[in-house]
C-alpha cells in the first residue's frame, strides 16, 4: 500500500518505516491497520480538494472499415443491412441514427486516428480507454489489434494516456468455435495479459493507479469471476483491474456504464454501491440511441435521452464532483449505440465544447483551447487528404505535433499560410 505523494503522506510513511523497525510484530499490524484506513482518507481527501487533477478517458472503438482505405465496408458500418455507398436525405446511409462530421471513416486511417486524438486533446479529454479483442486470427479480432497498434502509436506521438479494456467475452467465442480448449480459458487470458504487460503496460503514457498499470474488463460473458481471480493471481503481475458495474473478488473496485433501461438512474445506483470505496470509476454520458432494432439483429435495448445536451452535462458533473481519480466517458465513437461524442453532422462540437470549459473551470487545461480551434484537427485532416506530395504531409506532421504541445498561435500562423 503506497501513501499519497503529500507531505502528511511522505510523513507517515517515514514515521511507519522507524516503528518498523522497532515495534512487534502485534503493533506492527496495528499501524499496517491504521496505515491502510489513513491512505484511503487521504485518497479521498486529495479527490475531493483537487478535482482538476482527474484524469479524463473517451471510451474508444478501433472497429470501423471504410472504402478507400479498407477494399470493402465493414459490419459496424452496415451491420449487414445498411449500405454507405447508398445516399439517404443526401447522406451515406449508414447504422447508426448519426453521422461523423468527417463521414464514415477507417479506424486504421492514421490520419482519422490523428484527427480524434488531437481533438480529445484539445478538448480536454487526456486519453483513451480501447476496446481490446485479443491477439487471436479470429473473427475480426485481427483487424481490431491492429488499429489498436496504430492507435497506440498516434497516442505516443500526440502525448495522450492509454487504458485497455478487455473483451473476455473473446474466451468463450474461442472455446464455441473449437479454437480454444475450454480446460485453457485462463492460461489464454494470461497469455494476452502477459502479452499486454510486456508491449502496452510498460508504456510511459499507460495509465497507472499507484504503479499498477489500469485494466478494465466488459461484461459478465468471458471468465467467471473465479477465473479471474485464478488468472491474476497466477499472473504474478500487479494490475489495477475494474470491472464491470460490479467489484469482482480479484478487481480494485469496479467501473460505471450506461444501462438504456435505468437511464440516468443507474448513476445512483453506482454511486451507492461504489460509496466508501477508495477508488472507483464513473461514467459520463449522452444519451443511448442504437440501431440494433432496425438492423434486425435483436430488440432494442431502450433509449436514454439526450436532453438537449443536458444528459451529459448532468452525468459530467458528478462525475467530477465525486472522489473518482479517472473519470470515463461513453463513448468517443459508438456510433451503432449512439453515444458518441466525437463531432456529428447532428450536434458538432457542442459535447466538446462541454468538456473544455469545465476542465477551464476547474483550472486544469493546459493548452489555450477556444472554440474556433476544435475545428482545426478537422482542417488538418482535410489538408491531409488532399496532400499531393510528402513535403506537404511532413508539414502537417509539424502542425499536428505543434496543437498537441501547446504551441497554438504558430499552429494557427502556419494554418492560416498554407497554400
Known sequence: MVFLETNIGRFLQARLNSLRRSMSVTKLIAILVF???????????????????KIVLAHYMPWYEAKPFSKAWGWHWTMNRF??????????????????????????????????????????????VVDWYGLQKFRDYELLHRNTERLVEQAKRLGMKLVICYEDQTIPALVEAGRLNG????RHAMEELEWLKQNWFALESYVKLDGQPVLLSFGQAGLTDAEWTQCLTELKTPIAYFSLHHRRAAAVRAFDWPIPSQGTGAIKKFEERSRGWPISMPVAFLRFKEVYAEARIHASYGEIDDREGM???????????????????????????????????????????????????????????????????????????????VAQQKRLDEIAEMLATGKLPLATSELQKWK
Open 35 to 53: 496505515q491502510g484506513f489513513v491512505t484511503d482518507l487521504l485518497a479521498q481527501e486529495s479527490d475531493a480538494k483537487n478535482p482538476a487533477d
Open 83 to 128: 449500405d454507405p455507398e447508398k445516399r439517404v436525405n443526401d447522406r451515406p446511409e449508414i447504422a447508426s441514427h448519426f453521422m461523423p462530421l468527417i463521414g464514415p471513416y477507417d479506424s486504421g486511417d492514421p490520419h482519422v486516428l490523428e484527427y480524434h486524438l488531437l481533438l480529445m486533446k484539445l478538448a480536454g479529454i487526456d486519453g483513451v
Open 311 to 389: 444528459t451529459f452535462e448532468q452525468t459530467l458533473e458528478k462525475a467530477f464532483n465525486g472522489n473518482a481519480p479517472i473519470i470515463q466517458i461513453a463513448t468517443w465513437n459508438d456510433w451503432g449505440e449512439g453515444t458518441n461524442i466525437e463531432p456529428s453532422q447532428e450536434f458538432g462540437y457542442r459535447d466538446l465544447s462541454v468538456i473544455l470549459e469545465w476542465r477551464k473551470k476547474l483550472g486544469q487545461i493546459k493548452l489555450a483551447t477556444t472554440a474556433s480551434t476544435l475545428r482545426f484537427p478537422m482542417k488538418i485532416l482535410e489538408l491531409r487528404r488532399a496532400a499531393t506530395n
Open 183 to 186: 480446460e485453457n480459458r485462463v
